[in-house]
């Protein structure tokens, strides 16, 4: 009988002077060095063992020259999605992406026009703003519902949006920042709206791989065909995983004709080689990584119900959103009564921590922080301790 392993998410890394955004930009970002850095979504435990010599074998055969996704990349793919989520994905039907952010861009420029209405929830990803705006496309919001930091989405709203012409919709599923995981009633009702009024949704799925807490995630285009036809589903192992920096990702897209358009947008770019390495890690990746994310899930789930709890305990009249998925927790501070620039430079210069700042996701991001959990218990005690302190001195 083989042993399973045990993965060390308490093992501190120090990352600094490796490039990192989140470790080594504090400087130009936050204006000083002096903060514990809890922002950028990526984490800060170690790639898995399988993944990295995955990378290791690969790089020692000493050319690195054009490559090609052989089939079997694609069945790899496919298989995890049957695997983890339920989900019957043909490999034919898979695309590639370096990014799902450059997808979110490749498919805005790939199905609509400039001056097309296309809708996002904030607050969101702020990427999402970007990716319409820097485009020429309308930007249309449809603001999710806050109550008492539980959201849900304005659907009467967002059919209004639909009826006045919107073609398209950039769904986050799950919600980044907020942490929700969309249920099926919600799920059925969206797509239910987007058939009556043909839109597209570009639904990136990046974080469905990290539900916590016995959540299961509901790939949108999993409900029916029909809703299939429409929706192109972006996913990756950036996240789940730690490989953002090798830049791959997968988009299924069950249409044909879809998925035609969108391999001419990416080729026009000539962008649809990708990384080699990222190909490597993808594979190992969504072939055996199973129990490491089992590990790491657990250890996620540790890490939110102890900040959840001592927030609690400690700050009553702060709110976190209930962290069903994703590793960034959303924490409401309006009790502070601060203004924007107040709580941005309290957060920095008080307690001492980088975190991204609510209004960065658009509306109803007023008030409020995010904060990167996917870090040793050690370094989460201690940003939890500076943010509380922070608190209390302010008050005295
Ligand atoms: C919802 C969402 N989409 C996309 C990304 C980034 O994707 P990529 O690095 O593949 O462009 C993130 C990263 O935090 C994210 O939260």
């Given at each position: 009988m083989g042993t399973i392993m045990q993965y060390d998410f308490d093992k501190i890394i120090d990352r600094r002077g490796t490039d990192s955004v989140k470790h080594d930009l504090l400087h130009p970002v936050f204006g000083t060095e002096n903060v514990l850095p809890m922002w950028v979504a990526d984490m800060d435990f170690e790639v898995p063992d399988f993944i990295c010599s995955a990378i290791r074998k690969r790089a020692d055969h000493p050319v690195y020259g054009y490559t090609f996704r052989p089939r079997r990349f694609y069945e790899i793919i496919a298989d995890w999605m049957g695997r983890r989520h339920q989900w019957d994905v043909d490999p034919d039907r898979i695309s590639f992406s370096p990014g799902i952010v450059p997808a979110l861009n490749l498919s805005v420029l790939a199905f609509t026009k400039p001056g097309d209405r296309i809708v996002i929830q904030p607050p969101v990803y702020f990427p999402f703003f970007s990716a319409i705006r820097d485009h020429d496309r309308e930007l249309v919001t449809n603001n999710l519902v806050n109550s008492g930091g539980t959201y849900s989405m304005n659907l009467n709203h967002l059919e209004d949006l639909f009826r006045e012409g919107a073609r398209m919709m950039l769904f986050c599923h799950p919600h980044n920042p907020v942490g929700k995981v969309w249920q099926r009633h919600e799920l059925e009702k969206l797509a239910e709206l987007c058939i009556r009024y043909d839109v597209l949704v570009i639904s990136d799925e990046i974080h469905s791989d990290l539900l916590l807490f016995g959540n299961s995630h509901i790939p949108f285009a999993s409900l029916d065909e029909a809703i299939a036809a429409r929706t192109i589903t972006c996913i990756a192992p950036s996240k789940t995983f730690n490989l953002a920096g090798l830049h791959s990702s997968a988009l299924i897209i069950p249409e044909p004709s879809l998925k035609v358009r969108y391999e001419q947008m990416l080729d026009r770019m000539h962008i649809g080689g990708g990384n080699l390495f990222g190909m490597v890690a993808m594979e190992a990746a969504y072939t055996f990584g199973e129990e490491w994310l089992t590990q790491l899930i657990h250890y996620?789930?540790?890490?939110?119900?102890?900040?959840?709890?001592?927030?609690?305990?400690?700050?009553?009249?702060?709110?976190?959103?209930?962290i069903e998925a994703t590793y960034l927790a959303w924490l409401d501070l309006s009790f502070l009564n601060m203004d924007d620039e107040g709580l941005k430079k309290f957060i920095i210069e008080k307690a001492r921590l980088g975190l991204n700042d609510g209004p960065m996701f658009?509306?109803?991001?007023?008030?409020?922080?995010?904060?990167?959990?996917?870090?040793?218990?050690?370094?989460?005690?201690?940003?939890?301790s500076r943010l509380v302190r922070a608190v209390k001195d302010s008050y005295i």
């Open positions: 996620l789930e540790k890490n939110a119900l102890y900040l959840v709890d001592i927030l609690g305990k400690e700050l009553p009249d702060l709110i976190v959103s209930p658009g509306p109803g991001g007023e008030g409020h922080q995010r904060i990167n959990i996917a870090v040793p218990r050690k370094i989460l005690e201690e940003a939890a």
